[in-house]
């Protein structure tokens, strides 16, 4: 069965406004969880690393601000896209690491994101 | 030059064929290597780990080059239900990955 959960599988949303991505771990604890972000017939990049208890590390060119990441307990973090525009419309997909392999990862069935 | 790379196929077998994808990556202090599977509009789901030289299970072997800088993929007796991207994703302060390969088996 599934050991990472997203919520919501599917949202369309109007531009400017704010979407929040659940991403939960299930029966185990993540200190560390990743989000990615995928275009069609691209590759998943990695947007940033979420960590539990403190700021969440972000990649080289994505904006901090804008991809709100907060990681409150150890089987929870959430990605919350502000003021989204049609140019974030994407497959958000997080993920978590296989007990002690940091890059075995369990991802998430992935959140579709529209932006009309 | 992308510090992972594919060859986006699509690769079209027939049922029963052998067929092997290759996945070269450029960071030569890369340790751990993963083949996934990718079905369309769904996650990725680890198919198999390579931490040295090669892994094998059941009809995937993967296998791992460091002096070249590729792994690679291969798949006996394709079955239609193998059809699906497959991506290689290569660790190195994080995991980046390949933009995978389509594989078509059909019968």
């Known amino acids: 069965g599934a050991v990472v959960s997203q919520h919501p599988s599917w949202v369309i949303c109007k531009s400017g406004t704010s979407v929040k991505i659940e991403c939960r771990s299930l029966d185990f604890q993540a200190t560390t969880m990743f989000w990615y972000r995928q275009f069609p017939k691209q590759s998943l990049m990695l947007m940033a690393t979420s960590n539990e208890g403190s700021k969440a590390t972000y990649e080289q060119g994505v904006e901090k601000d804008k991809f709100l990441i907060n990681h409150a307990s150890l089987t929870l973090s959430t990605l919350t896209v502000t003021s989204a525009h049609p140019e974030d419309s994407s497959f958000y997909i997080c993920?978590?690491?296989?007990?002690?392999?940091?890059?075995?990862?369990?991802f998430g069935p992935g959140t579709r994101l529209t932006v009309t | 030059r992308k510090e992972v790379e594919q060859d986006p196929g699509p690769f079209n077998v027939p049922e029963g064929a052998t067929v092997a994808f290759n996945c070269t990556y450029s960071n030569s202090a890369s340790q751990s290597f993963f083949w996934y599977r990718q079905d369309c509009r769904k996650e990725p789901k680890l198919l198999m780990s390579v931490y040295s030289s090669g892994n094998e299970d059941g009809r995937f072997t993967a296998q791992l080059n460091r002096a070249s800088q590729y792994i690679s993929l291969l798949i006996r007796d394709s079955k239609l239900s193998d059809s699906a991207t497959y991506l290689c994703a290569v660790e190195g302060n994080k995991l980046v990955f390949g933009a995978g390969t389509i594989l078509r088996v059909k019968s």
């Open positions: 993920s978590a690491p296989r007990g002690t392999a940091l890059y075995e990862q369990y």
